[in-house]
């Protein structure tokens, strides 16, 4: 059963503007992840977030956790074409329960 | 870096075949794990196992069964495969802490006809 569950399914920016993912849940969680999928390939986890964090930061990602409203979101600042991937939500400890992704796409 | 490997990127069975899939981890982790992905649907977890000959069922077991003999060998097992099993499968693996990420394979595209 899916858990996280992304919004928008697919997202088309240019290069340079920021791109938001949003992620909501049903139940309380460990902790939620987000991943990044290339065409074909497999998943790379990208940041984790813990459920006693707000926010968390790693390069030109930010990520936000409400847990009161059980939802999170994914900002890409400064978008390139290399960042045109599947993006994945997924919740909880070890069993990891994954969304159905949003579709990323950046033109150059 | 930790390095998650799939025997193959892609296959082409037979109905009715046993089929055999492979993942291999350098990493010395504890909990390996197969997932399925199919479009729409997201991931699916059909088997992990948290240790050597340990095994726990996920959400879509049915149809295949997991062998855990070496700590970084963890394979997949399609008993008797049919055209529904057709799909990407993934392979993980991750320390035992459940507040670490998981470290994917590149998968392997299985077709069944």
């Known amino acids: 059963s899916q858990q996280g569950e992304e919004d928008p399914q697919a997202l088309s920016i240019q290069e340079g503007e920021n791109a938001t993912m949003n992620c909501s849940y049903k139940?309380?969680?460990?902790?939620l992840q987000w991943y990044r999928q290339n065409s074909g390939r497999g998943l790379v986890h990208l940041i984790l977030?813990?459920?006693?964090?707000r926010e968390k930061h790693s390069g030109r990602l930010r990520v936000t956790l409400d847990t009161s409203k059980k939802s999170s979101s994914l900002l890409i600042t400064a978008s390139r074409a290399a960042d045109t991937a599947s993006y994945f939500c997924?919740?909880?400890?070890?069993?990891?329960?994954f969304g159905a992704g949003t579709i990323l796409r950046v033109k150059s | 870096d930790v390095k998650v490997t799939q025997s193959s990127r892609y296959l082409v069975k037979r109905t009715g075949e046993k089929v055999f899939l492979e993942c291999v981890q350098d990493?010395?982790?504890?909990?390996m794990f197969w997932y399925r992905q199919d479009p729409g649907l997201g991931l699916r977890l059909i088997y992990f196992?948290?240790?050597?000959?340990?095994?726990e069922k996920g959400d879509i077991p049915e149809g295949y069964s997991v062998s855990r003999e070496k700590k970084e060998r963890f394979s997949l097992i399609l008993e008797s495969a049919s055209t529904n099993q057709t799909s990407m499968y993934l392979c993980?693996?991750?320390?035992?802490?459940?507040?670490?990420?998981?470290?994917f394979g590149d998968g392997t595209r299985l077709s069944i006809l």
């Open positions: 997924a919740t909880n400890g070890n069993k990891l329960v």
């Open positions: 139940t309380s969680i460990n902790n």
């Open positions: 993980a693996s991750s320390q035992w802490d459940g507040n670490q990420p998981q470290h």
């Open positions: 977030i813990r459920s006693n964090e």
């Open positions: 990493m010395d982790h504890e909990n």
């Open positions: 196992s948290y240790d050597v000959k340990m095994k």
